[in-house]
């Protein structure tokens, strides 16, 4: 039995499989536990967390996304046995070939206007606080900048209070999400609830720097001061000179940019899915071997 979210219909699944003797692996996508923190409810995040910790320990493994999570997994105490079962990128989707500079003037983004993207679900637990923040402080050192907004959500509407003169292109996949980021200038990701960060990832494909919290997801992507900045969460006058030194410096966007792309590369959809696949196999023969 193989379940992806801790949900009731999770723990309804774990149940039955355990009352049949089955093995039971979890995957690990979202730390819900932080959530409560965008809602002024962040007393609430050892509820959260126990509530979880009950949920994982009664699987037999769990697999995360990336190292920085699978440690956190194991300091919460959610599991013992954690493996890694990371994300793969479309590389004919997402590469530095698909940008449009007729796609962004049509957006209103002139060709030598440096761009700083934002992608991903518009609600605030992706950090749409710091992001603009961050922003306002780069507008305070009369840094000259654009920014592009891809994605969709209930926050759409404060955000676009928040970054006048933004470009927001909605929700895009497929070639047209691959455009999209391909059109960015970079990345500035201040989300700490990713467990592994997709986003940096399909960015970083596109040969664009990355700056980001470091955080579980990015931690593991990102090479510091190599293929983009990892900064302190939340850390608005940090984030702001990073961005800072990217917007006003081209070389340093593009060398930055292409050794992330090289660091993209690895990540093969084929030896990513065979770690899974072992994980299973291991687990059957564990709980086959047991009942012998």
Known sequence: MHVSS???VGHQAVSWARKRGLPILAS??????????????????????AILRRFYRRCDALVAPSESMAQLL????????VSIWSRGVDREIFHPGRRDLD????????????TIGFLGRLVMEKGLDVFSDTLDELRRR??????LVI?????????????PGA?????????????????????FNPSVTETFGNVTLEAMACGLPVVAAAATGSQSLVDDRVSGRLLPPG????????????IEDPVLRLSHGKAGEDRAAEFSWDKINQAVADTYIRLIRQKTGARA
Request: aromatic share 14%; glycine share 8%.
């Open 6 to 8: 801790p949900d009731p």
């Open 28 to 49: 690990v996508h979202t730390r819900f536990e932080t959530y409560l923190r965008y809602y002024n409810m962040a007393w609430g995040e050892p509820v959260i967390e």
């Open 74 to 81: 194991r300091e919460q105490r959610m599991n013992y046995d």
């Open 103 to 114: 796609w962004r003037r049509a957006h209103g983004i002139a060709d030598d206007e440096v």
């Open 142 to 147: 009369k840094v000259k900048y654009k920014v």
């Open 151 to 163: 994605g969709e959500g209930p926050a759409r509407e404060w955000f676009e209070a928040r970054l």
């Open 167 to 187: 470009a927001f292109v909605g929700f895009q996949q497929g070639a047209d999400l691959g455009r999209a980021v391909a059109s960015m200038d970079l990345l």
């Open 235 to 246: 850390a608005i006058h940090q984030f702001a000179e990073a961005l800072k030194a990217y």
